[in-house]
């Protein structure tokens, strides 16, 4: 299996689960996932688990400092060759900064921000971690996607401040989406989500996981804590379900084939 390789600024380069109880969420995804944990060897990334199959990297884990300020949630990171200019371009563009730019020693620069819509995201320029290792396949992340009230801020300002070039998949207040594609791949989706967030949930960045049978994976995410959030159904694009882990972080699983 060939690896992955973030090439593409601005396209997602990996993501990042902040958890409440680390151990119970490091259990989970092993035994749903069949992932592998390996805790970082770097005294800036104390706590830092890597999550990995097939030796190749697949997403982080860390502790939510947020606390009872924030829930758990699945972050998703975007490819930056240079933190502080895409820092600064985020500013420029409407959006504002939770982090600016810090230097994790070795393995990159990592900054956190929020977009016009209030959605948090990353921004990721690699040092040693260059991001995912493998992308697209069973048990790996497989697509990302913004749900947000503020549809047309939100696409303008990724245009503005990531440089996506962005495809209309539709603009009807039943279906209202679009997608940034690059080297004619689609990398992200944005949806205008304003009829259909639930109340007191804010904007956010969706990660799909793939998995060969969603129906068994939903089976194993009730057997170890999860909740099923959207039932699963067959679409044009596999089929689909929405979930959460053990400790409530949610996160979408998509079929794919290995």
Known sequence: MP?????????????????????????????????????????DADGYITFYRSNKKLAGLMKNSAGAAGTD???????????????????????????????????GTSAIAVDPGGAAFGLWQPGEHEGFGMFGRPGSAVWHELHTREYTESVAFYERALGWTMESMGDSDDFRYSRFVADGVPRAGIMDASRHLRD??????????????VDATLGRILAHGGEVI???????????????????????LTSVTD
């Open 3 to 43: 690896d992955h390789v973030n090439t593409v600024p601005g396209a997602p380069c990996w993501v990042e689960l902040a958890s409440s109880d680390v151990e119970q969420s490091l259990a989970f995804y092993v035994e749903v996932f069949d992932w592998e944990a390996v805790a970082g060897d770097h005294s």
């Open 200 to 213: 007191g949930v804010a904007s956010n960045w969706q990660v799909y996981f793939g998995v060969l049978d």
């Open 73 to 107: 949630n699945w972050m998703t990171y975007m490819l930056a060759p240079d933190a502080v200019a895409a820092a600064s371009a985020v500013e420029t563009a409407g959006g504002s900064l939770v982090a600016p730019p810090m230097v994790v020693p070795e393995m």
């Open 230 to 252: 959207e039932a699963p159904e067959d679409t044009p694009f596999g089929r689909l379900a929405g979930v959460t882990d053990s400790t409530g972080a949610y996160f979408k």
